[in-house]
């Protein structure tokens, strides 16, 4: 079955530099969440997109922008990076209607801010 | 504020050894609680939803049940295959409808 597709899975980047994280989510599933895992920690909540509008956001920092294209891919855009940004990047996909449907996760963009 | 709380944070098993993990919550009415496996540095592999108290689900060696307040996934048999991290996480019906709330998970091994 298809899966949630990320790319890059790894990135290197510059203090101060930009990033671009993009999510292919799973055929027929128009909804698209973005989160991030730093080391030992739990997933947290960064930004959500439902029929590529905003459907919900989270603790995602200003200097972090997304969309959801028409074709219900999804682009996360980083700039001005700081260490602190070094995490690992989840996308995750769910079916028609967001509410109660479960979120099927990609297998993760890994982001190392120097 | 939902909250989700996963002990413990570790468990070693000898294969074939039974155990549960818990996972307490505290949510402003549950639309959903979600248990996923996690392998280190790849994403969350969904296991169970569960929406309601009462309710349980198997998969294999696993199950999953719930109650008002707290979850749990036991473990029957496991095998060293099934070490990973496992996440609890809600989804609440208090403000986001789609922002899920994870627990920090239990690191479990399964030694031969």
């Known amino acids: 079955a298809a899966g949630v597709i990320q790319s890059p899975r790894h990135l290197i980047k510059e203090k101060r530099e930009t990033a671009t994280l993009k999510c292919y989510p799973i055929?027929?599933?128009?909804?698209v969440y973005w989160y991030q895992q730093g080391p030992g920690q739990d997933p947290q909540f960064l930004i959500s997109?439902?029929?590529?509008?905003?459907?919900d956001k989270g603790s995602i920092p200003d200097r972090f922008s997304a969309q959801q294209f028409s074709d219900y891919h999804s682009e996360l855009n980083m700039s001005s990076l700081e260490l602190g940004d070094s995490a690992l990047y989840f996308c995750?996909?769910?079916?028609?209607?967001?509410?109660?449907?479960?979120?099927?996760f990609g297998p993760g963009t890994r982001l190392t801010v120097l | 504020e939902d909250q989700v709380t996963q002990s413990p944070e570790a468990l070693r098993l000898q294969e074939g050894e039974s155990s549960s993990l818990n996972c307490s919550y505290t949510?402003?009415?549950?639309?959903?609680l979600f248990w996923y496996r996690q392998d280190p540095g790849k994403g969350p592999e969904f296991l169970f939803t569960?929406?309601?108290a009462g309710e349980e689900k198997e998969k294999e060696r696993l199950k999953a049940t719930l109650t008002k307040k707290e979850s749990f996934l036991h473990i029957t048999a496991p095998k060293p295959e099934d070490s990973a991290t496992y996440l609890c996480?809600?989804?609440?019906?208090?403000?986001?409808?789609?922002?899920?709330?994870f627990g920090k998970g239990t690191l479990l091994t399964v030694n031969p």
């Open positions: 995750a996909s769910s079916g028609a209607g967001g509410q109660y449907n479960e979120q099927f």
């Open positions: 055929p027929r599933h128009d909804t």
């Open positions: 996480a809600v989804l609440g019906s208090g403000g986001s409808n789609y922002k899920l709330t």
């Open positions: 997109f439902y029929e590529k509008m905003q459907s």
């Open positions: 569960l929406y309601s």
């Open positions: 949510v402003s009415g549950l639309r959903g």
